[in-house]
């Protein structure tokens, strides 16, 4: 698989009838690995062990509903009190970060309300912060590492 923009993660794989699988530590399972996939779990490991985001919260490709249309979402990271924290979007190394793909995101986060959003493709992040009361966004430099109220 192609070399991301992320730190060097360590994961687990399998290959199962010729099909290269890698390990979700969120889902707790194999998953086959595409390109968008390799993305999302360098993604995971980099709000887990960069970010500092505990497992728990995180959540990965669960439905939702968008102007009853089912989608999927990639990540979700949950706030303790059960709100969203920040919503990821990835997209395979090969596919252009585009203003469709914030339309995107931003149309999860009208059902969501996350107050951060993530996009990547594995080479290039983008991270904004939500204006909710401006119904905007600002780009960030990166986003928030997880913050304990202990």
């Known amino acids: 698989?192609?070399?991301?923009?992320f730190p060097k993660f360590s994961f687990r794989f399998k290959n199962s009838k010729n099909k290269i699988s890698i390990f979700d530590c969120i889902r707790k399972?194999?998953?086959i690995l595409q390109p968008e996939e390799w993305v999302r779990q360098h993604c995971v490991q980099y709000l887990i062990q960069v970010k500092k985001y505990p497992q728990s919260l995180i959540n990965v490709e669960k439905e939702l509903k968008v102007?009853?249309?089912?989608?999927?979402?990639?990540?979700?990271?949950?706030n303790p009190d059960?709100?969203?924290?920040?919503?990821?979007?990835?997209?395979a190394p090969k596919i252009k970060i585009s203003q469709d793909t914030f339309d995107q995101i931003?149309?999860?986060n009208l059902a969501l309300n996350a107050t951060f959003l993530m996009v990547t493709n594995g080479?290039?992040?983008y991270y904004c912060q939500m204006d909710f009361k401006k119904e905007?966004?600002?780009?960030?430099?990166?986003i928030p590492d997880y913050i304990t109220n202990e």
């Open 82 to 91: 059960g709100s969203i924290h920040l919503i990821v979007e990835c997209k």
């Open 123 to 125: 080479l290039n992040h």
């Open 1 to 5: 698989m192609q070399e991301l923009q």
């Open 67 to 78: 102007n009853d249309l089912k989608k999927r979402y990639d990540i979700v990271v949950f």
């Open 136 to 142: 905007c966004y600002q780009f960030l430099e990166t």
């Open 29 to 31: 399972k194999f998953v």
């Open 106 to 108: 931003s149309r999860y």
